[in-house]
């Protein structure tokens, strides 16, 4: 299931939602939404590139961001974190 959202740009864009709750909370893998922001490729981006691109994206779509290591990562975590957004959108990522 993908929803489209608003980049920086004022761009829509479509984005793969990972995960949904009853209570409409979703999360999207953050891969998932490089891959819609940078179509042509994102994995040669720099940090310097992609970190204030996701910050802008979180703000604008009043969404939150969720990161564990592997060890620790739990998608129920993800959608959980998703309560405390004004949106009920959660970005995840497992850091590993």
């Given amino acids: 299931m ?6 920086s740009k004022g761009r ?3 984005v793969e939602i990972t995960m949904n709750a009853p209570d409409k ?3 999207i893998n ?5 891959d819609s922001l940078w179509p042509e490729g ?3 981006l720099g940090y310097d590139v ?3 691109a996701l910050s802008c994206w979180l703000a604008e779509n009043k969404a939150c961001y969720y990161a564990a290591p592997r060890e ?3 998608r129920r975590s993800a959608i959980d974190a998703a309560a405390s957004c ?10 590993s």
Wanted: a neutral charge; proline letters at 6%.
């Fill in 2 to 7: 993908s929803a489209t959202f608003t980049d």
């Fill in 12 to 14: 829509i864009i479509p």
């Fill in 25 to 27: 909370r979703r999360a």
């Fill in 30 to 34: 953050i891969c998932a939404l490089f």
């Fill in 42 to 44: 994102w994995y040669r």
């Fill in 50 to 52: 992609t970190t204030p």
């Fill in 72 to 74: 620790t990562f739990s």
């Fill in 86 to 95: 004004v949106s009920g959108i959660v970005v995840m990522e497992d850091m």
